[in-house]
């Protein structure tokens, strides 16, 4: 509809639900596979029977060039990371990004995991805990920006959001060369979504509004490199890096995490955020 810049009617927002859901659960049960000896090629299976079963589509395979539902970044790769064969072991973090595409809309959101000891415990150690520590904050910065998109006018509140957060509680950089997303009929759609401070403030925050979070967060530098594989980015530095993603929509009624399967209730409980719903109407 001519005008409406990157706000969606509320029927768009009502279709993102259930491929929102969707991702939310292939996520979960690629979360419960992650073990030592599991495989990053098999974790992707897993992630495209529950996509497949549900009526969707991975919306990956649909980029041009790329094969896989997932994307699997392992300690030093940063984003993009093609699955393969190789065992994952205890201690590892390991960054699961998927979606799924269902009757034109899509969905988008990213797990870290720290692969657990054989008996499933947490793993121990000094790189073990460094690395629980990263995704901790990770994940925090992600809660903080969509809880700071519950009541924000534009949208680089939520970028400066997860720059308090992560400052506040680390020396770690924040990623400049990748950054979240509109998502809607496409998954890369405008507009951009930083996880740092701008000039520019960015679109306002109404209804219709929906985006992807993802803050990318590096242990040390920024600085990264691509792999001869034309998509593998890593660290320059080799150090470990994380990522967190939700797909969430603003609406009259308040925020939805549509990638979370109770909207985002729990982590946002803290914040004093309470989702709504979004109706059908």
Not at 37 to 47: C, E, P, Q, S, V
Request: proline content about 6%; overall charge negative.
């Amino acid at each position: 509809m001519r005008g409406r810049g990157p706000y969606k009617s509320r029927r768009e927002l009502a279709a993102m639900r259930e491929p929102g859901r969707i991702t939310a659960l292939a996520l979960e049960a690629v979360r419960a596979a992650i073990r030592p000896g599991a495989t990053t090629l098999g974790l992707d299976a897993i992630a495209e029977a529950v996509i497949r079963e549900h009526g969707a589509v991975p919306n990956f395979q649909l980029e041009p060039g790329y094969e896989h539902t997932i994307c699997a970044n392992v300690n030093d790769v940063v984003v993009h990371g093609i699955p393969d064969a190789t065992p994952l072991r205890t201690g590892d973090l390991v960054t699961i990004d998927c979606g799924a595409m269902l009757g034109g809309a899509n969905g988008d959101a990213a797990i870290s995991v720290v692969v657990p000891a054989e008996d499933g415990a947490p793993a121990t150690g000094a790189l073990a805990e460094s690395r629980e520590r990263l995704s901790a904050v990770t994940r925090g910065a992600l809660w903080a920006g969509i809880a700071a998109l519950a009541g924000a006018r534009q949208l680089g509140e939520v970028g400066a959001a997860i720059e308090d957060h992560v400052e506040a509680h680390s020396d770690y950089g924040i990623s400049e060369d990748y950054i979240g997303h509109g998502i809607g009929k496409r998954m890369h759609e405008d507009p951009p979504v930083f996880n740092y401070r701008t000039r520019v403030m960015g679109p306002a925050v109404k209804p219709g509004l929906c985006v992807a979070i993802e803050p990318i967060i590096h242990e040390r530098g920024i600085e990264t490199a691509v792999d001869a594989d034309g998509w593998t980015v890593r660290s320059a530095d080799g150090a470990d890096a994380c990522q967190w993603e939700h797909s969430v929509a603003v609406h009259s009624d308040g925020i939805w995490v549509l990638t979370a399967l109770d909207g985002g209730a729990a982590e946002l409980a803290p914040f004093g955020v309470v989702p709504a719903p979004i109706a059908d109407r």
